[in-house]
């Protein structure tokens, strides 16, 4: 069975100018490239090391590298890699216990992002009311300034213009109410409702978590207009906020919860999670993807599950998150007219910039950068931090000296 190994080629020389010359520029990448990384410490190509709390924006919540997951993706990979779905497979079965053994679903479908979550619950919404209610009930109601992927249905879902503008004509049927506004909620219900989808900690919106009563309040409407109600939990889910989804923290369950991110910890998959009842409206040959329920990716992700949900860890979660935000409220403090607020959930957080600052949070992950800091912004207002929730009190200590160090690189009059 064993073809002789070729020793693999000497690997070519690139650097970050090759990115401007060779890849579609939607993204605008530091000079930094990575090269390794283990735990929070990222080394790059000249083998300067960084803190890293973006997690590469929510994902390797793990930290880099963590060993029980690079043993389930090894061992994985020497058994099976892929069979496409006309067969089943064991770790995706596994993953599946998992999820809905630890959630209010028994049901699960598996995709390859956040965005294919998204795209499956909004098409489950749309086709379970079609089955019930024939085409009196299309209507889809999602959050301003909301982000639920790229796909063309979920950026349309999405509530920020500017990711939609010049991709129309955009699927209709969707409608976009504030945030966190009960009121406009009530006023945007009706019959014709099929579904309601919100994120219960905005990520990429300037990371606003939702308040209880909106999230009842959205519950409640749901139930009365027979719509389905969707928590869009692929940056807020899997310890994000200290529980291992967020709904739980809230005490408000979904008809459709979707995962991805931090699921895969780098490895990409996502996962919609739902009811029985519900996930027969998807019948055989309805909905699908080549990759969905991939043998590798549910076995990096069974790995990753086991450790999140483990009462120990997510108490472990809850207590660094409180370090680093009292840490970030004193640094507050002593550094007047910078940051105005502290906000988010656990270890969901944004920093968010003093009036006399706006439009310089990209400005600010820079300054971090050459501090040796790696930093996200949400929105031209608001400074992100993702950490890895495996982060020690030294590495949150050392991060916060950091952040200081940036603090004051960024204040500095310009010379
Ligand atoms: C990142 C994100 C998505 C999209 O996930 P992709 O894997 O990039 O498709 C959807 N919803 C939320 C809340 C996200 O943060």
């Known amino acids: 069975m064993n073809a002789k190994l070729q020793p693999a080629p000497e ?13 579609v520029p939607v993204y605008a990448p530091s000079q930094v490239v990575p090269r390794r990384a283990r735990g929070l410490w990222l080394q790059d190509q000249q083998g300067v090391e960084y803190l890293d709390l973006t997690s590469g924006i929510g994902v390797t919540s793990l930290g880099h590298a963590h060993p029980a997951v690079v043993q389930a993706l090894q061992a994985q990979a020497e058994q099976l890699w892929h069979v496409g779905n ?27 992002s956040g965005a294919e979550a998204n795209e499956a619950a909004l098409k489950l919404a749309r086709r379970h009311a ?3 209610h024939g085409d009196a009930k299309r209507r889809i109601v999602a959050c301003q300034q909301s982000f639920h992927g790229r796909t063309l249905f979920t950026v349309t879902a999405g509530g920020q213009p500017k990711y939609t503008e010049g991709f129309e004509p955009l699927p209709p049927g969707i409608g976009h109410v504030p945030f966190n506004d009960i009121a406009a ?40 207009h027979d719509a389905l109600l969707i928590f869009d939990e692929v940056q807020c889910g899997l310890g994000r906020t200290g529980s291992l989804y967020a709904y739980m923290h809230y005490g408000v369950e979904p008809d459709i919860l979707t ?63 409180e370090r680093l935000h009292a840490g970030l409220q004193q640094l507050l403090g002593d550094f007047p007219g910078l940051f105005t607020q502290v906000r988010g959930r656990g270890m969901m957080i944004g920093l968010v910039l003093d009036a006399a600052q706006q439009g ?11 501090e040796r800091l790696m930093l996200l912004i949400a929105g031209p207002n608001v400074v992100r931090l993702l950490p890895p929730l495996v982060i020690s009190d030294a590495e949150i200590d050392e991060a916060l000296l950091r952040l200081r160090a940036t603090a004051r690189r960024f204040l500095a009059p310009q010379s």
């Open 11 to 23: 690997p070519q020389a690139v650097s970050r100018a090759d990115f401007d010359d060779l890849l």
């Open 86 to 112: 006309g067969y089943t497979n064991e770790p995706v079965l596994r993953l599946a216990s998992l999820l809905t053994g630890a959630t209010f679903a028994d049901r699960a479908f598996f995709c390859n």
């Open 130 to 132: 079609a089955l019930k």
């Open 185 to 224: 909620a009530e006023q945007a219900m009706g019959d014709d409702v099929c579904a309601v989808i919100v994120e219960p900690v905005q990520g990429e919106g300037g990371v606003l978590p939702a308040s209880h009563e909106y999230l009842q309040a959205l519950r409640r409407l749901c139930d009365r």
């Open 259 to 321: 995962t991805a991110k931090a699921l895969g910890n780098g490895y990409p998959i996502g996962a919609m999670l739902t009811r029985h009842d519900l996930a027969t409206s998807l019948s055989v040959g309805t909905h699908g993807t080549t990759y969905g329920g991939n043998p590798l990716a549910c076995a990096v992700a069974a790995a990753v599950v086991q450790i999140i949900q483990a009462p120990a860890f997510l108490t472990r979660v809850g207590q660094a998150a």
């Open 360 to 370: 310089r949070a990209k400005e600010f992950t820079r300054a971090a950068e050459q």
